[in-house]
């Protein structure tokens, strides 16, 4: 069908910089699966959720300032930050929009979507929110960039904001301090690597012998 990318690993960069050094949002890799071709190239307004729950809470307010040349943008669902990025990166639009007949907006976020579902999302934002990323300091109000054919994703921000930005965010506080999560939230790496465990890396694992039934 006219639009649909199937599978298809966009990586964009900014080039010539580090991802130490990158103005604006550096995406290793994102995911486009079945995007409105009018929005591969894409500039808006940030609205910022800056959880599932502030999603869950705000996307349905009448009330809310988004229209449909708006980005989405939510936080903290990566590796570290929900934990354990999950599927939930194409949010649903507002319902407010989706009444007046839009059907697909550009989204981004840190976390994951299944493979069967669509819309102009980019995903596996690295590094995440939760860690200190340039996704933790996407405000309200901020225009974003999209250019797929370029490979390109631009926060339009200047770098003397974004040092003020930094210099007042704070990590979230842990969602545990003991168990498999505490270990999960030390060890897990960033969606670029895969999200493995940094304990894991170079080892296959023993074989499981005995009966498991």
Request: glycine fraction near 10%.
């Amino acid at each position: 069908a006219p639009g649909l990318i199937v599978a298809v690993a966009w990586a964009f960069r900014l080039a010539g910089v580090s991802l130490a050094a990158a103005r604006g949002l550096t995406v290793l890799f994102a995911i486009a699966g079945a995007a409105t071709p009018a929005l591969m190239k894409h500039r808006g307004r940030a609205v910022v959720f800056e959880s599932m729950e502030d999603y869950h809470a705000r996307i349905d307010d009448p009330n809310l300032d988004i229209d449909e040349s708006c980005v989405i943008v939510l936080k903290s669902v990566g590796p570290k930050g929900y934990p354990g990025m999950p599927e939930v990166g194409n949010v649903d639009l507002p319902a407010k929009l989706i009444q007046k007949g839009v059907k697909d907006m550009v989204r981004i976020s840190d976390g994951r979507m299944s493979g069967t579902a669509y819309g102009t999302v980019v995903l596996h934002i690295s590094p995440e929110s939760a860690i200190g990323g340039t996704l933790a300091l996407v405000k309200d109000g901020d225009f974003i960039e999209l250019d797929v054919a370029n490979r390109r994703l631009h926060l339009d921000v200047s770098d003397e904001e974004l040092k003020r930005r930094r210099a007042t965010w704070f990590p979230p506080a842990p969602h545990t301090n003991r168990g498999y999560v505490r270990i999960y939230l030390e060890h897990v790496q960033q969606a670029d690597q895969g999200a493995d465990l940094d304990i894991l890396i170079g080892k296959s694992g023993a074989v499981v012998k005995g009966d498991l039934h």
